[in-house]
């Protein structure tokens, strides 16, 4: 038995751990009243680098909006810490949009050469403007593995290979990002890979350019094994594989859009023979045959001229059932609904998307996620195209319950008389 004073020591103790493993925040605003400054709340450093540098492996440094630029602000190392470097919300476009690193052509953004590992974060940034002569203009990925999260990678260029990223025997994983605009005057617009097992995930990759080479969105060079999954790969250009082109390297193409990417040899992806390709469940503008069902259609994009001005391109998917429309922050109904919905791979986790759908993944970079397209009817709870008695029994066995399901047509938490009005409503549609 343990006496009253020996549970409150196990207690005291117990709350010094929780203490001491809590996250310290180290702030930066350009806008700090002093120069460097401490890093608290009420004195910010003026540099990011500064409070990388005072940081340790856990801790968090949080940058506030603005336009970060000269020195201190550019070639930022982390020097290998298992650190998170983010924005005051890293899952806000518009902090995101507004907490920018721009070194103005002066050097790269993030250099990663000490053995970084997933443990080490970049989320919620604009990165832009790196420039480098050699390779990786705006991320140098060496015997690296961050990870880079709902970042804005755009307009950095490298006069050899990897417009926006270069990764050498590293692991980086990109997720939520776009990657746009950015180019390289040999190859990969976007991403150059010597080696390595880069993992790109819900991006867009769009408008990237290897001017004189191959890879407008990514060079896989020589023993690299790139995966992409739900991501949209859009109006890039290059020599050959305006998208992507794999040099003995293996490719993973899967839940991906691939549409109106430019080269000499008109082809979406190439690669040579000592590559292997594999791409399932995706939109393949001209096609392509592979283990999944992969079609050749329009993706329905809601705001995309190849030829108009990339600021204006939204690459959500059309549909009449619901489509997030990021200006107006609102769901909008379309006349057309893209076959990229619900056509991702059957096995993919399909769960965080919106309700209704057909309990199956779309293509692209919203898929799996909030804002991916809707279809369908929300009573349509077995999604037959109907709804009837049988929409009516599943409701009912969830009836008075608090838990999280799609009867919950209300989203208030329990099953109850606001679903059930919502049912009767859309009792007997069918799917024209």
Request: net charge negative; with cysteine.
């Amino acid at each position: 038995m343990y006496t009253s004073q020996t549970v409150a020591v196990i207690v005291f103790g117990l709350c010094l751990v929780s203490i001491s493993s809590a996250a310290n925040v180290i702030y930066v605003d350009l806008n700090g009243p002093n120069d460097p400054g401490t890093g608290s709340f009420e004195d910010p450093f003026l540099r990011i680098q500064d409070a990388i540098d005072s940081a340790i492996g856990g801790d968090i440094v949080e940058i506030r909006p603005g336009l970060y630029t000269g020195a201190g602000n550019y070639n930022l190392d982390p020097a290998g810490k298992r650190i998170t470097i983010r924005s005051t919300e890293p899952n806000n476009p518009d902090i995101t949009a507004n907490t920018i690193i721009d070194p103005n052509s002066a050097g790269r953004i993030f250099n990663f050469y000490n053995g970084e590992d997933a443990n080490c974060v970049v989320s919620g940034l604009t990165i832009r403007n790196g420039y480098t002569g050699g390779k990786g203009g705006g991320i140098f990925c060496y015997y690296s593995s961050p990870t880079i999260k709902n970042c804005v990678i755009s307009g950095n260029s490298a006069s050899l290979h990897g417009g926006a990223i270069f990764c050498q025997n590293g692991n980086p994983y990109f997720t939520g990002c776009t990657i746009s605009g950015n180019s390289a005057g040999w190859d990969g617009g976007a991403l150059e890979c010597w080696t390595g097992m880069p993992e790109f995930k819900n991006c867009i990759i769009t408008d990237n350019h290897a001017q004189d080479g191959v890879g407008g969105g990514f060079d896989c060079f020589s023993d690299c094994d790139v995966t992409m999954t739900n991501c949209t790969v859009a109006k890039n250009s290059a020599n050959s594989g305006g998208a992507v082109y794999s040099s003995a390297s293996n490719l993973v193409v899967k839940n991906c859009i691939v549409w109106a990417n430019e080269a000499g040899d008109n082809s979406q992806i190439a690669y040579d023979a000592t590559s292997v390709v594999s791409v399932s469940y995706s939109d393949i503008e001209n096609g392509w045959p592979g283990p999944g069902d992969n079609i050749d259609i329009d993706p329905c994009f809601a705001s995309f001229d190849p030829n108009d001005n990339p600021d204006k391109w939204d690459f959500h998917l059309q549909s009449a059932y619901g489509r997030w429309e990021p200006n107006s922050q609102s769901w909008v109904n379309d006349s057309n609904t893209s076959s990229c919905i619900d056509s991702g791979d059957p096995n993919s986790e399909w769960g965080g998307e919106p309700w209704p759908n057909g309990k199956r993944i779309n293509m692209g970079a919203y898929g799996g996620g909030i804002q991916a397209s809707m279809y369908g009817n929300p009573a349509d709870f077995d999604i037959n195209g109907s709804v009837n008695f049988i929409d009516f029994a599943k409701f009912a066995v969830k009836w008075g319950k608090y838990v999280s399901c799609i009867e919950d047509l209300s989203k208030n938490g329990v099953v109850e008389s606001a679903d059930l009005r919502i049912l009767v409503h859309n009792w007997l549609w069918q799917r024209q």
